[in-house]
């Protein structure tokens, strides 16, 4: 989400607000833009790498303690030994093998000094992620990694250090972030189409404003592959626990949680799901597992919503299979079916999506974003 937008909404719908949930929180836009306003903010996300960036954008941290930390965790990544591996095969396609060796080394160093567990140390540790394209094969123009002809004859024979990186990053991280926040905010991991009862998790709000995921718009994995390879054993989680999970996904098992009632129910709310059923099985199990998904989460954020609370959806279209898909008006629907009054809505145009390189013609398809706010009874 772009800042200007994240002001807005903050501006519209919660400037007075006591407590702040962003339950799809990603880097931390809406939570930011909160904060600037002296909100108390919590924010969720199933990416760990996401987590990490707003913790660090929220939380702040102490700027002498972490150039010091950050000082004698490089020096002692420098001069180490063995290093902590990347239990990932396609490692070594995507690094040199110095570069690797270096990454190895600084994550073992972050393990032994428990980076994790402090906010200077989070700091420094998304700075060794913000590092990760940077020191990759992959071409730098793109937010998706691949490695084009014009990156291989950039890049090839040029050895990228992560250790000079992550401390170039972290100054820049402390120019930003370098002083503690007396605001309250809470960041945590959390997979809201999950079966566990969020309300317990991350508590109850009288305001949440949130951009969920869209429908195979983007592959949210493959977005953060590199950075989350890099973080797994460092951070507590493994990747293999989280890539078949982003809602929205091709991957994994994608009918495993359909019924029948389910399909019936997504017929009749997309009927271009029938033709779609026919011409692009794949593509449709992907529509059903998404609305499978978003309406778990739409329970999920009822359930943490305080009632006469505001809930501030941001959702665009999608293009499946060739199948113009209305994503927003799905998810409106869902929320409306639980009770929800909608009393707001606005579009925001996206005056250009498409980002460099464009490869095989293909250009941004979301052409505007549609705000729908909706207000829970009393």
Request: with cysteine.
């Amino acid at each position: 989400m772009v800042s200007r937008l994240a002001d807005q909404l903050i501006a519209n719908y919660a400037s007075s607000c006591a407590h702040l949930l962003d339950p799809f929180c990603g880097s931390g836009a809406i939570l930011v833009a909160a904060r600037a306003r002296g909100i108390p903010v919590s924010g969720a996300d199933i990416n760990p790498y996401a987590v990490l960036m707003s913790r660090v954008k929220t939380e702040g941290f102490s700027r002498k303690p972490g150039e010091d930390l950050s000082a004698g965790y490089i020096k002692r990544a420098a001069c180490f030994g063995d290093g902590f591996p990347i239990a990932w095969p396609a490692a070594r396609y995507w690094f040199t093998s110095a570069t690797l060796k270096k990454y190895e080394r600084l994550r073992r160093v972050a393990v032994e000094m428990d980076l994790a567990s402090s906010p200077e140390g989070r700091a420094i540790l998304l700075a060794v992620a913000l590092s990760v394209r940077l020191c990759s094969r992959a071409d730098q123009r793109s937010p998706k990694p691949f490695i084009s002809k014009l990156a291989i004859r950039q890049r090839r024979g040029r050895h990228f250090d992560p250790l000079g990186e992550t401390s170039r990053l972290f100054k820049k991280l402390t120019d930003l972030y370098g002083a503690p926040s007396r605001l309250h905010s809470k960041v945590v991991r959390f997979d809201l189409a999950a079966d566990v009862a969020a309300e317990n998790v991350l508590g109850r709000f009288s305001h949440i404003i949130t951009s969920p995921p869209y429908i195979n718009a983007q592959d949210y994995f493959r977005n953060f592959k590199l950075e989350l390879h890099v973080l797994e054993g460092v951070l507590p989680f493994t990747v293999s626990s989280v890539k078949n999970r982003f809602i929205g996904t091709e991957r994994g098992c994608l009918g495993g949680r359909l019924s029948r009632q389910d399909v019936h129910l997504y017929r009749e709310l997309l009927p271009d799901l029938v033709r779609m059923e026919s011409t692009h099985p794949r593509h449709a199990l992907v529509v059903m597992r998404y609305l499978s998904d978003m309406s778990r989460c739409c329970d999920a954020l009822k359930r943490c919503l305080l009632p006469g609370g505001v809930l501030v959806i941001v959702c665009g279209d999608n293009l499946v299979g060739g199948y113009s898909v209305p994503t927003w008006q799905l998810v409106d629907t869902l929320l409306q079916a639980r009770g929800l009054v909608i009393f707001d809505m606005f579009g925001d145009p996206i005056d250009c999506r498409m980002l460099p390189p464009k490869r095989k013609g293909h250009k941004g398809l979301i052409k505007q974003e549609v705000v729908s706010a909706f207000r829970l009874p009393q």
